[in-house]
């Protein structure tokens, strides 16, 4: 018999990372990865430097409370230093809500489908997911959602915009919905492509939560800041949620390289807001593209696409494998696919028109 594991880990879904593109199989040429929403740009100006400086002195731990971090997010968003946490990137922080929040009875309440990681960390906090089907248009269903919730929920997360389906909710409809929600349930406003908005009116959540104690945004420098494998991101919420997520943090997790790294990024607004703007600028050519040849594509504001394929999500996957594009299939569902560089965008156009033909 070997060690006893707690019994809520058996049978968590198993988190499948976007498959490298390099060396897939029957890949015709250089081979784009186009299924983790990564940003396709090298490191913004001045990053690179700052992160080999601070790799100079790995020898050390890391300043334990991203102060420099800390300070230069509180200093652009006008909010108290108190109520800035960080991790090892956004799904660090939602796995230190989670256990911050929830355990065995209790209930987490999110769309669906929506981020793949939140019923793998709420199942591992112990608690149970409540999952509230997405629109037929795919977006969330916020009044299903504040039905949803009991007195047993304890978070309820809203992906603005959603992964994997690029939609997003309006101010309107979203304060509606904080309005409904009992105060003593916390709402985890995940923001992880907000700088790819273009909709004005998608809210900022970082207005919405400051008088509304009980709502948490979550940020990353994973996607527009693309700084993905340096595992960053962080959390604006009220005191008391900041506190808890202070504790349940991994010490040290946020190394002093993504640290410096991710003030070296701030510091380079315009460079990044550029870089924001042409792949806005490819994610309006795909998308149109898309619709040219015949596809219903929802409404995206994030740096990808949604495909509703059903039973062929996979057979489309494999195509655009061969045409040496790697897309991001569920399974019976659809596929999501990410805004690349512009040739690797032009290349699964050309797989989805193919495709398209044998429809
Ligand atoms: C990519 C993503 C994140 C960010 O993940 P990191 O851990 O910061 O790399 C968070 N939420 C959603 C919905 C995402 O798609």
């Keep these: 018999m070997g060690p006893r594991l ?20 029957g890949a015709v040429g250089a081979a784009y990865k186009l299924s983790s929403n990564e940003n396709p740009y ?10 080999a400086a601070a790799a100079a002195s790995f020898n050390r731990y890391p300043d334990m409370a991203c102060s420099a ?38 209930e987490v309440v999110y769309a669906w489908r929506s981020f793949e990681a939140y019923p793998i960390i709420t199942q591992v906090s112990g608690a149970t997911s409540v999952r509230v089907p997405l629109t037929d248009g795919d977006v969330h269903d916020l009044d299903a959602m504040a039905e ?10 809203v992906c603005n915009p959603n992964n994997p389906t690029g939609t997003v909710v309006r101010r309107a409809e979203l304060e509606r919905f904080l309005d409904r929600v009992p105060s ?26 400051r008088d509304r104690p009980n709502v948490c945004v979550l940020r990353t420098f994973s996607k527009a800041y693309g700084l993905a494998g340096l595992r960053v991101g962080f959390a604006v919420a009220h005191e008391p949620v900041a506190a808890a997520l202070r504790k349940t ?17 701030l510091r380079a607004q315009e460079a990044l807001m550029e870089r924001v703007a042409a792949l806005v600028a490819e ?65 699964f156009l050309t ?9």
């Design 69 to 106: 971090l800390v300070e230069e997010l509180a200093a652009r968003l006008g909010v108290p230093a108190a109520h800035i946490a960080t991790g090892t990137g956004s799904v660090g922080v939602a796995q230190q809500l989670l256990q911050a929040t929830a355990g065995p009875g209790d």
């Design 6 to 25: 707690r019994g809520a880990l058996d049978g968590i879904p198993v988190y499948r990372p976007g498959k490298p593109a390099a060396g897939s199989p």
């Design 184 to 209: 003593d349930v916390l709402v985890v406003l995940d923001e992880a492509y907000r700088e790819f908005i273009r909709d004005a009116e998608v809210p900022d959540g970082v207005e919405l939560y």
């Design 351 to 359: 797989a989805a028109q193919e495709f398209r033909k044998e429809l």
């Design 42 to 51: 090298p490191p913004l100006p001045g990053v690179l430097e700052s992160a």
């Design 249 to 265: 943090a991994v010490p040290f997790g946020v190394s002093q390289i993504a640290q410096d790294a991710a003030v070296a990024s």
């Design 148 to 157: 949803a919730i009991t007195g047993r929920t304890r978070l309820v997360f």
């Design 283 to 347: 994610r309006t050519r795909v998308y149109e593209a898309l619709a040219g040849q015949g596809w219903t594509v929802p409404d995206t504001q994030a740096n990808f696409v949604w495909l509703r394929l059903g039973e062929r999500t996979m057979d489309f996957a494999a195509a655009c494998d061969r045409a040496g594009v790697v897309v991001r299939p569920f399974a019976g569902e659809g596929a999501r696919i990410t805004i690349g560089e512009v040739a690797g965008n032009d290349r």
